[in-house]
């Protein structure tokens, strides 16, 4: 195998651009020889690896999709129940309302954060004046903190006796004042702007790293067009970050779907079933009164959804 | 160049974003230093025993101690597999490579609620859950397909020359791997240090479902802690920035190549 060839800048796993194996026609037999064994040798290098991945993902993974059709509670013996476990995605109130929640939190854990993350990177990459490397290390700084620490942070400030209720009575608006993250209407959106809060700095660094890649003669065009800073973004800067906005979406997007650290030590699923995710409800099926196959099924759900949109998106982003 | 009006309009965003995302750590910070249980800021009376007093009523010592040893035995056999298979991908080629590479990268595209149902249910019997070894093997499992990916893809950026010079000078594949080709790629195993680091530390998810007692990590300690001390706030926070402060510290100390490590490994290829 050749190894030469530069890669386009962002391209999602999964669809491997094969290196063509021209050029090495008129190599000598000896090393073709010795190729060939390196080739046996290089697959003892990995094997290790690819074992353990295989007996820690490969093999649950069919396991869950098995599990999937059964009826168990982790200890007797489990019956088949065909599509049950999957039908209920449909049928089960509590289960279908997870995902009308995951809607609502892609809103916060991937279009405000990409929003921000554009605006930020924006004028990061426009203003070269000092100061910026701060910016960029305080917005990336959540994306470093363990998610429980996040969690803790947030329930601190939403607290009913918390900072955001004092500020709101500061300015004489206290009859906004509540128990955010135990309120029926206000929790799931509460909890979404921690996830804005969280995640806006990691699309921040995807969005610099592509603007630094747009050629600058497309700028220096722009301008002669006599283009102002916003209808520069809109011509050059967007176009140009469409593979990084794929990556964002993909990643925010699944993220969102997955929420559950968040959820877990905020909410656990409440007030009511107000803030259930499928993440949640898939731990508690497995974990706490359990119907291991309604977890697994829920899991292989999951699983096809986050594949499904990183192909997607990743063949949208490739279709001009 | 831009104008003065768009330079002032573009600070004062920049400062209102940094500020809504300082805001919320320095409250927490000030919490955890603060005299009073509900954590009120009191910025003439700094308790910084808080931390002294979090440590010892969350029993840290035992839970950082989980979360270390499982940290540091993640990251050097997880890298270490990782060279393995990135070489083996990257620079010899593998047999069959057509068909497993597919799958490797497949791998990144799982999520573990895909997997975590018969992880728990087959590793019981086997008397891996509630092990430390048991979420060793699953960290390192699941840490196989970005690590192999990530490593291959800097032993791909070495010219192919160099690998074979070396061969002909009579160099075996070991030996091309530890003399010609790590000291070359030093920057990305550094990377993935960090990012494993940084993952196998703040991971909360597996922890909860596979450890217990005595061996629970510190994510999942904290979690308790601040359940059994709703109403000592401040101490909940101080015991949240101990738990934060392992990646923290890095992150102030390799802040660059934290930064840009996250970035290659959303992007690479």
Not at chain 1, 46 to 67: I, K
Not at chain 1, 202 to 212: D, E
Not at chain 2, 200 to 213: I, P
């Amino acid at each position: 195998m050749t190894a030469t060839g530069t890669r386009p800048p962002a391209r999602l796993p999964g669809t491997p651009s094969r290196p063509a194996r021209a050029g090495r026609a008129g190599a000598p037999r000896r090393t073709s020889a010795r190729r060939r064994r390196n080739r046996w040798i290089g697959l003892g290098f990995a094997a290790p690896g690819l074992l353990l991945y295989g007996y820690v993902v490969l093999v649950p993974l069919l396991q869950s999709v098995q599990y999937s059709f059964f009826r168990w509670d982790g200890v007797t013996q489990a019956v088949w129940v065909g599509l049950e476990n999957y039908t209920r995605f449909l049928t089960d109130p509590e289960l279908r309302s997870t995902f009308g929640h995951v809607l609502v939190l892609v809103g916060f854990f991937s279009l405000l954060p990409i929003a921000l993350g554009l605006l930020s990177a924006a004028l990061l990459t426009r203003t070269r004046l000092p100061g910026m490397a701060a910016f960029r290390w305080i917005y990336f700084l959540p994306q470093v903190m363990t998610s429980i620490v996040i969690a803790l942070v947030f329930k601190r400030i939403y607290a009913p006796e918390g900072p955001l209720n004092e500020a709101l009575r500061a300015v004489g608006l206290g009859s906004l004042a509540r128990s955010w993250l135990g309120d029926f209407t206000w929790a799931l959106p509460s909890l979404g702007m921690i996830g804005t809060w969280a995640g806006f700095g990691f699309c921040m660094v995807l969005f610099i790293s592509g603007a630094s890649s747009i050629p600058p003669e497309l700028y220096e065009a722009a301008r002669m067009d006599g283009a102002g800073p916003v209808r520069e973004f809109f011509a050059v800067t967007l176009p140009g970050l469409r593979g990084q906005l794929a990556v964002a979406l993909t990643l925010t997007i699944t993220g969102a779907l997955r929420t559950f650290d968040l959820v877990w030590i905020t909410t656990r699923g409440g007030p009511g079933t107000s803030t259930l995710t499928p993440a949640v409800a898939l731990y508690r099926a497995a974990f706490q009164n359990p119907q291991v196959g309604q977890a697994a099924a829920i899991g292989v759900v999951m699983a096809l959804l986050c594949l499904l949109i990183a192909l997607t998106i990743t063949r949208l982003s490739e279709k001009d | 160049m831009i104008s003065r009006t768009e330079r002032v309009v573009n600070y004062t965003v920049l400062v209102v974003l940094a500020a809504a995302v300082l805001v919320p750590v320095g409250y927490f910070v000030l919490a955890a230093v603060s005299p009073d249980r509900a954590g009120r800021p009191a910025l003439g009376d700094l308790r910084w025993e808080n931390f002294a007093t979090a440590w010892q009523s969350a029993d840290f010592s035992r839970s950082m101690t989980v979360s270390l040893t499982i940290t540091v035995v993640v990251v050097v056999v997880g890298v270490l597999l990782a060279l393995l298979g990135g070489y083996g991908f990257g620079v010899l080629g593998v047999a069959g490579e057509r068909a497993l590479f597919p799958v490797v990268l497949l791998g990144m595209m799982i999520s573990l609620e895909a997997i975590i149902v018969p992880l728990y249910y087959q590793f019981r019997p086997l008397g891996l859950t509630n092990s430390i070894p048991g979420i060793v093997l699953i960290h390192l499992g699941t840490g196989v397909p970005f690590g192999v990916f990530w490593m291959r893809a800097a032993f791909r950026a070495l010219p192919r020359s160099l690998f074979e010079s070396a061969e002909l000078d009579g160099a075996g594949p070991l030996r091309m791997l530890s003399r010609v080709a790590l000291p070359l790629i030093r920057p990305a195993v550094y990377t993935l240090v960090l990012l494993s680091f940084m993952w196998t530390w703040n991971d909360y998810f597996l922890s909860l479902v596979f450890l217990h007692g005595d061996n629970q990590t510190a994510t999942v300690a904290l979690g308790v802690f601040q359940g059994k001390h709703v109403t000592e706030i401040n101490l909940m926070a101080a015991g949240g920035l101990l738990v934060a402060a392992p990646v923290l510290v890095l992150y102030v100390f390799f802040q660059r190549k934290f930064i840009s490590g996250m970035l290659a490994g959303a992007l690479k290829e």
